[in-house]
């Protein structure tokens, strides 16, 4: 269906970014562009959960932590292109944005929908990340230690 | 036996029509929204999703309103949401190594690769009621500092490189899962976990510190606790790769426990753990408490017969759930029971009396 296999590791960069974006955000930059698409839903979108596991230890044993609520969803663009879309949350919309942003990626439009939808929502999530990490830095203990005066 | 009574509709209809307005309370006060319990009261959202075993901060602030604010209940609203969805797969399992610290201190070492991040806690607060917050006070701004990107090391790895602790071994097998298969004992490390890290807090933080106070004492340090944001990878069948799929903030804790070596293991520091879902010291810290109390066996310690010891007990009693519904089901109606219990208590007085009766009359 394809013409050309799709670079994995770049697929798998914009469908984790895609996954954790807020709420809306990745609609939002989507319908901005105002792309008139035509496209088939396979799998409409669909609620669920995931079983996230974590490591006895931090690196041992695996075990289930507990689930967390995901959307997903499929369609296939009138080209053909496939596209999947997977984010956490109860977000039907979302799913379907994501799974159309995944198809579109596969054509020719795809630098634009990299300018006008991935990039920016990098860059939030990136700024997002560094403000709590800054945040956090302020916090970091700075320990001196007071000489004492029995020795002297 | 059990014999339907009719009648009650009107009166339970009616019950909940009252508990939807006193749910609401009064009119003249802005009616809460469910995001601002998932921004202001965060840490019982967190609380919510950890025991209800499902992570979705939205659901558990609505769930929090619609139960006015009974944890329990709201934790039993997540549980049943839960078994309606469909479950699409398993992660690969979280590392921790790799979190976006938010805090991260150890109590056993000052001076270590990251630093101590106190990060936004309770601790050293005075603990007095801050009036100012009834009064619509301003929000301070958190200062910041030069941010620090990279990986966080585990406090356990610089005592793994001397050898001085146990090694916690990679294997990846598929865990049990105790939503699917019914609890069995002995249960694995793997299953107590489970169990565990969905637990009442109350209930985990009593066992925790009855192993504190004596009964199976470890002497536990926290070796490491640790709160912030973590990835979740899962493999998508249909693209044949691993994707980002989730952002969770998890708190983690590795207690470091004394441990006199045994008949085939040197002396040397053995661990316990504790992970679970949102910023949750006290309940990861008690957890951690837990396993390490419950891992006697595979250590080679003595069964002392302590509660925190007792596999059955702390894993059949942890589940508020469970217990609730076990324990609240006892004031649904019983009239039938309770019928014969009165019949059978009249006879044994009537016997009683006949034979009273008797030595009287002897």
Not at chain 1, 4 to 18: F, G, I
Not at chain 2, 190 to 203: C, N, P, W
């Amino acid at each position: 269906m394809l013409d050309q296999p799709v670079d994995t590791t770049a697929r798998k960069a914009w469908l984790s970014l895609l996954a954790t974006s807020p709420e809306g955000r990745a609609s939002e930059l989507l319908e901005n562009l105002n792309l008139d698409t035509s496209f088939e839903l396979l799998r409409a979108p669909e609620i669920g959960t995931v079983m996230v596991r974590g490591r006895a230890g931090g690196t041992g044993t695996p075990f289930n932590l507990g689930e967390a609520t995901v959307t997903r969803c499929s369609l296939t663009l009138a080209s053909g292109e496939v596209g999947h879309g997977y984010v956490q949350g109860r977000r039907k919309t979302d799913a379907q944005s994501a799974a159309l942003i995944d198809a579109l990626m596969q054509t020719a439009i795809a630098p634009d929908l990299q300018r006008h939808v991935l990039d920016p929502l990098q860059e939030e999530k990136q700024t997002d990340r560094q403000a709590r990490a800054a945040k956090a830095a302020a916090t970091k203990v700075e320990f001196f230690t007071m000489v004492r005066g029995e020795d002297q | 036996m059990y014999v339907a009574v009719k009648g009650g509709e009107r009166a339970i209809e009616n019950a909940h029509t009252w508990l939807a307005e006193e749910r609401r309370g009064d009119t003249d006060v802005a009616e809460l929204q469910p995001a601002q319990i998932r921004e202001q009261l965060t840490l019982a959202v967190h609380r919510v999703m950890a025991e209800g075993s499902l992570y979705d901060p939205d659901l558990a602030a609505l769930a929090i309103k619609q139960a006015r604010g009974d944890m329990i209940e709201a934790i039993f609203l997540i549980r049943a949401y839960r078994t309606t969805l469909p479950r699409f797969g398993g992660t690969h399992p979280v590392d921790t190594g790799a979190m976006h610290c938010e805090r991260r201190i150890s109590a056993t070492f000052k001076d270590l690769p990251g630093g101590q991040v106190l990060g936004p806690t309770f601790d050293y607060t005075h603990r007095l009621i801050d009036f100012k917050l009834a009064a619509d006070g301003d929000v301070p701004t958190a200062q910041t500092g030069e941010p620090q990107n990279e990986k966080t090391p585990h406090v356990t790895e610089f005592l793994n490189r001397e050898g001085l602790i146990e090694e916690a071994l990679t294997e990846d097998n598929t865990p049990p899962d105790l939503t699917r298969e019914p609890l069995e004992f002995p249960a694995s490390r793997a299953l107590r976990l489970q169990a565990l890290t969905r637990a009442d807090e109350g209930f985990t933080l009593g066992m925790a510190y009855s192993t504190q106070r004596g009964y199976a004492r470890s002497h536990a340090f926290v070796g490491e606790l640790r709160i912030g944001v973590v990835q979740v990878e899962m493999d998508i069948p249909e693209l044949g790769f691993a994707i980002e799929i989730a952002e969770l903030t998890l708190t983690e804790c590795e207690t470091v426990n004394q441990f006199k070596g045994s008949k085939t293991e040197p002396p040397q520091f053995t661990r316990g753990y504790g992970l679970v879902f949102g910023q949750s010291e006290r309940k990861s810290i008690s957890m951690a408490l837990v396993d390490r109390a419950l891992r006697w066996e595979d250590l080679g310690e003595d069964d002392v017969g302590a509660p925190a010891q007792d596999v059955e007990f702390v894993l059949s009693h942890g589940d508020n759930i469970q217990a609730t519904g076990f324990l609240e089901h006892i004031k649904l109606p019983h009239y039938v029971d309770f019928q014969s219990e009165l019949e059978l208590v009249r006879k044994l007085r009537r016997e009683a009396g006949a034979t009273d009766g008797q030595e009287a009359a002897e």
